[in-house]
């Protein structure tokens, strides 16, 4: 992973609307916490040094999920040439965590940004090589234009915001 995939990451999120913000891990929980409209839910970040403000709910109920804002999750790999991101199925509910609220906040650690699809396929294969099955891979916000104008929002989030964790 070099700066330039980074960068080609952010141009392409740009061009979806999508948010992007390098960050510390040091300053990546109030950057979070800038980021969310509450009440918010999480999964746990895996990320060292890193972890979820006070007030996002992780393990929500079904009545949380639903009531929630913001979903934050971290994200296994993204990949640049597209601004795709790939949440992988976890325990603690990170699918649904980023499908479900309005807003979504994707963590990512810079060297987890690959260059391309191809590359993005050899993640994916290591990923199932280590029993890790299930992945949803989001590319900007949801959208469709099933019955004429397009419309964000209808089948996932309406907002999407990536941190990318700087490997410092």
Sequence with gaps: ???????????????????????????????????????AVGAPLPFEGVSLPEGVTTEPTAGELEAARTGVTPVGFA???????????????????????????????????????????ERLAEGFDAGRDSVVFATGRSATADM???????HGPGDVDVIVLEDR
């Excluded at 609307?17 to 979070?32: F, N």
């Excluded at 004429?148 to 209808?154: E, I, Q, R, S, T």
């Design 1 to 39: 992973m070099t700066v330039d995939t980074v960068g080609r990451f952010e141009r392409a999120l740009e061009g979806l609307e999508v948010g992007l913000e390098r960050v510390s891990a040091a300053d990546a929980g109030e950057r979070i916490e800038r980021t969310i409209d509450e009440p």
């Design 79 to 121: 990949v640049a040439e597209y601004g795709t991101v790939a949440i992988e199925s976890t325990p603690d509910g990170a699918e649904p965590i980023s499908l479900y609220p309005d807003r979504h906040v994707a963590v990512v650690a810079e060297s987890d940004v690959v260059p391309d699809l191809s590359a993005g396929f």
């Design 148 to 154: 004429g104008n397009l419309v964000h929002g209808v």
